[in-house]
């Protein structure tokens, strides 16, 4: 098999398992979307932002996943991503400190600024 066939499968790959993790977040999103709304407004922020706070992540993490996996601007669909989780983070996981998610998230943090920062395919994306 050619090494640029191989580059862009391992990479395709990287990229459906790094989008993989916000995925499985969406179908828990949606069917508990009242119960995601009150833990958001657990955090002290009012209910009706919330709520649009939620509607705003849930695009973020379908739209994200969708360009990072399949579209010509993996770069946008990253920085999608990376909008949802870094606030995500820093709400929900910082205080108190839950070591476990913080550290998964960085990993993730890192993966999505590894993808949004590097070169092209020079044969173009998937």
Do not use: Y
């Not at 919330?50 to 399949?70: D, E, N």
């Not at 770069?75 to 995500?88: C, D, E, S, W």
């Amino acid at each position: 098999m050619h090494v640029s066939i191989v580059r862009k499968i391992v990479d395709f790959l990287g990229r459906l398992c790094l989008a993989t993790v916000f995925v499985i977040a969406v179908p828990v999103k949606i069917a508990k979307f009242s119960s995601v709304v009150g833990s958001i407004a657990d955090r002290g922020i009012p209910e009706s932002v919330a709520a649009v706070l939620l509607v705003c992540a849930i695009t973020c993490i379908v739209l994200g996943s969708i360009f990072l996996v399949f579209g010509r601007n993996q770069k946008l669909g990253a920085a999608l991503l990376l909008i949802f989780l870094v606030p995500t983070t820093i709400i929900f996981h910082l205080v108190p400190f839950q070591s476990k998610a913080v550290f998964m998230n960085v990993g993730l943090i890192g993966g999505l600024t590894l993808a949004l920062t590097r070169p092209k395919l020079i044969e173009g994306d998937w």
